[in-house]
């Protein structure tokens, strides 16, 4: 059971986390162990030590046993937690799972068809057993890692993304006549080639706001991961982008109103409701200012 790379010891953390000594441990256990007529045998606090190290590895009555005196389930006793390359490996494992072939490279990588969204959609409900399809609650869109995936290598690591594409072409030409399955075991190893680029970075993430590696909700953190991050890199490489956002955002609130009244007015007047008459000519101008001043505004901020 020796293994230089464990992670923490789960027994370990269990007795930190009751504030007990390696030598307060044994008394206690050993006390437990007389008070509830145990089969075992008595231990000292250096075979516990062997324990937390992975050195000896107790019978599965002593991992009972354990588990009962910490009122916890065996699972949290026994093992180690995985180390952070073991995690790192799981969400690579887990990316790697929703990858659909065809769309890495192409004109609208981060957009699904129908067939892509239809084969997602089966994948998430046979994984999770679903009671309702997933895209009766959910929007498809949101779990849609293999573009989001796209988005974030072709805006943040560019050259490597487009080497990336040129390699899964070679694979996807037409006269190549591979099924679907055998597009993903031929692909997905190259695929994992760039993902030092990003995994440590996103898998702190997950770990950091405690989502677990195969929950549903991890596949939507991870597409909104890549999303903000993308999000991120171009605020900062094109500042103005953000100041474009808020003219768009300005500009339509000035015009939204002005619409929206005249939207009304002509919704009485078929339905006969009211007599009332508006200036038609004034809200029309307030249209034309907004725009003007919006698109001014954008001619200044692209000098």
């Known amino acids: 059971m020796t293994e230089p790379e464990n992670g923490a010891s789960r027994l370990k953390n269990q007795r930190l986390a009751h504030n007990l000594s390696l030598k307060n ?19 000292s606090y250096a075979t516990i030590s062997r324990w937390e ?22 699972n949290s006793v026994r ?8 995690r790192t490996i799981e969400v690579e494992n887990f990316i790697l799972h929703f990858y659909q072939p065809y769309r890495l490279g192409y004109r609208h990588p981060t957009v699904m068809d129908s067939n892509d969204s239809s084969q997602l959609s089966d994948e998430l409900n046979d994984m999770y057993n679903l009671s309702l399809p997933i895209e009766d609650t959910f929007d498809i869109d949101d779990f849609d890692i293999t573009g989001a995936l796209a988005g974030y290598l072709s805006t943040v690591f560019h050259d490597q993304y487009k080497a990336l594409t040129k390699q899964l072409e070679l694979i996807e030409d037409n006269d190549n006549d ?6 993903i075991d031929l ?5 994992k080639q760039y993902f030092p680029l990003f995994i440590e970075k996103l898998t702190l993430d997950i770990i950091q706001n405690n ?13 909104n991961w890549f999303n903000t991050q993308v999000e991120n890199y171009e605020k900062n490489k094109y500042p103005k982008l953000e100041k474009l956002a808020q003219l768009r955002e300005l500009a339509f609130q000035e015009i939204e109103l002005p619409i929206s009244k005249i939207e009304k007015y ?19 101008q307030k249209i034309t200012t907004a725009l003007d001043n919006y698109l001014k505004q ?4 692209i000098k």
């Open 25 to 43: 441990m044994a008394i206690n256990f050993n006390e437990y162990i007389e008070t509830k007529k145990l089969n075992i045998k008595k231990v």
């Open 211 to 223: 989502h677990g590696i195969d929950d549903l909700h991890t596949i939507s953190y991870i597409v």
């Open 79 to 86: 093992g180690f937690e995985p180390t952070f390359k073991d």
């Open 266 to 284: 002509a919704e009485s007047q078929l339905k006969g409701e009211s007599d009332q008459k508006i200036d038609i000519d004034l809200y029309q």
């Open 53 to 74: 190290n992975g050195i000896n590895e107790p019978k599965t009555e002593v991992w009972e046993a354990l588990s009962s005196f910490f009122n916890v389930p065996i």
């Open 178 to 183: 591979y099924d679907y399955a055998a597009l």
């Open 298 to 301: 954008i001619s200044d901020l």
């Open 187 to 191: 692909e997905t190893p190259i695929i």
